[in-house]
């Protein structure tokens, strides 16, 4: 199959979800003939024209509740936040409109609205343009949270955020944008909530969201070649959650590493730890569950600094030594 | 600049003898849910309109049933001036299963869309781009439909009214703005809020027209907002209406009125009360009866009373309903 990368992944969901539905509109800072923060709506204004990918003041509350008000009345927008630390300026028409409005009207309104965001570090852009704050998303009843880990995730989950009736918040990685991967050029949607075994293994499970799944991946090949055999888990959407992939890995295994980019400080794998706490499998582990995640700092601007502000490969191979040396009770 | 000059027809006129009852049935409506607050038989908040019923009248009041309105937490009006159910906004109230929101929403969301009501909100300010997304999605979809987005004078303090009025008026929308200033939020006097004389004035940095008119005036009101609502529905984009009001209760039931002086309030309820001023034009002029006006308020009270009381036995959500309507299902 081709290869190509998430970003044209995440492009060609778009330009697919345009074409097969009249009521998809894109709004957004730059997103016409800039083609977005990062690229991703390249080329979509001089196919769709102004109307349907719109360029928007740099106002971020008045982006989301335009959407919020276009999608209770029919259309399906799917904004552009430039980066996802920009949530905050628009968190209310996000968390106290879009999340709540189908509660509050008792199933009487849809918002239907994706928002699009560019996460994480990586990029020597600091603190305010390199934070991993999904775990805030993820707390909110009425929000769906996506985080894909490749392109093929990427364009599949787009297209069902789109074609979901709920406000989905769709976190793409930077560092993930330049990422190649094989991708069939049809549309195509993966189901919202269903977690993904990226690597079978019998000895070690290590749950990974977003940019962490490719460090996993690459630890785990390391690990083989100690004898060590890692199964890594994605669970892809971190609302709703498959708890059920997550939980039956871990039967197998019983060992677990969870791993995220975001801060581990009340962080969304303190979520999956204590699942798989609260489960029956939590007494037939072999070693303590083991959680890496982001250091509890603002992102730094300097490159060594910001690398040890976030899970390594080798901070990963360390936590597959720490979990593998458990004495069996 | 894309500004359109549009032709605006004249303004609908608004039938006086019906807007009064409205009036009538908006007042006797809140004096209702204050009793029942007082009497203990009331759960959780609400904010009366009481003083207000001309800007809710003339302006919800004079749109078409397909045109949608979006409300703030001093809703009442503006949700019984839309066409919302009587009936059910008093079981929302006392937070029954057949409530508008089925109990989930109470006084502060209560939302009906099948009479163009999208919802009040509980977020001051929260409005004005969830009226511009409506808009928008009319535009795109070549209806003809306008929304009327109703705010406080506090509200226009919030960025999202200046962020909303851009964007509108940048896209041309077909929203109106309807700023009720009743002379404060909360306890904050709106004089010492902003350094401006007038809300409309605030429109000018948008481009866009803005108006200021005397919101107790039901005439010049449904005036005034059925043109802008015109000039909307024919292309010619936002306007944003300052209506000077006033409210004659406290913001909320917390509020000991400790801010505004006895006098103040009473000049407002004996001199410029929307519905005193309304029928008396209305019985100087003969088109009514003092003794009609006041026979159709006795029916309405007692029309609504039958309601509460019928309302009263309605089942209430069980337990189960708590955590339906989180998620729609399905996909489109
Ligand atoms: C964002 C936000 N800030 C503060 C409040 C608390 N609050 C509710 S109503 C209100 C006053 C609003 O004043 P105004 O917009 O003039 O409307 P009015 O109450 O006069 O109708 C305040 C401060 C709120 N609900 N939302």
Known sequence: ??????????????????????????????????????????????????????????????????????????????????????????????????????????????????????????????????????????????????????????????????????????????????????????????????????????????????????????????????????????????????????????????????????????GFSAEITSIIAESKISMKLKAPIVRLGGAFVPMPAQKMLEAHATPQVESLLDAVTQVMAEIEV | MNKKMVNVQQAKVIDKRQALRKMWEIRIFEEMIQELFDAGELYGTMHLCIGQEATAVGGAGILKKSDWIVSTHRNHGHCIAKGTDIRSMFAEMLGKKTGTNEGKGGSMHIADLNVGNLGSNGIVGAGFPIAAGAALSAQMQGTDQVVLCYAGDGATNEGSFHEALNLASIWQLPVVYFIENNQYGMSSSIEQMVNIDKLSDRAKSYGIEGITIDGNDLVAVSKTVSQAVEKARNGGGPTLIEALTYRHKGHSKSDKLMYRSEEECRQWQENNDPIIRLESELIKNGVQQEADIRQMEFTIRKEFADLVASVKSDSEPEIEDLLTHVYAEGEA
């Open chain 1, 1 to 266: 199959m081709r290869m190509i990368t998430y970003l044209q992944a995440i492009n060609e969901a778009l330009d697919e979800a345009l074409a097969q539905d009249e009521r998809v509109f894109l709004l957004g800072e730059d997103i016409g003939v800039y083609g977005g923060g990062f690229g991703a709506t390249h080329g979509l204004q001089e196919k769709y024209g102004r109307q349907r990918v719109r360029d928007t003041p740099i106002s971020e509350s008045a982006i989301a509740g335009v959407s919020v008000g276009a999608a209770m009345t029919g259309m399906r927008p799917v904004m552009e936040l430039q980066f996802s630390d920009f949530i905050t300026v628009a968190m209310d028409q996000l968390v106290n409109q879009a999340a709540k409005i189908h509660y509050m009207y008792s199933g009487k309104a849809k918002v239907p609205l994706v928002m699009r965001t560019a996460a994480g570090s990586g990029t020597g852009a600091a603190a305010q343009h390199s934070q991993s704050l999904e775990n805030w998303m993820a707390h909110i009843p009425g929000l769906k949270v996506i985080q894909p880990s490749n392109a093929y995730d990427a364009k599949g989950l787009l297209h069902a955020a789109i074609k979901d009736d709920n406000p989905v918040m769709f976190y793409e990685h930077k560092l993930l944008y330049k990422t190649l991967g094989e991708v069939p050029d049809k549309p195509y949607t993966i189901p919202i909530g269903l977690a993904d075994v990226k690597r079978t293994g019998k000895n070690l499970t290590i749950v990974a969201t977003g940019s962490m799944v490719n460090k996993a991946l690459e630890a785990a090949e390391i690990a083989q070649e100690k004898g060590i055999s890692v199964e890594v888990v994605d669970p892809r959407t971190l609302v709703p959650l498959d708890t059920k992939t997550i939980l039956t890995s871990i039967e197998k295994t019983k060992r677990v590493i969870v791993v995220t980019e975001a801060v581990k400080n009340s």
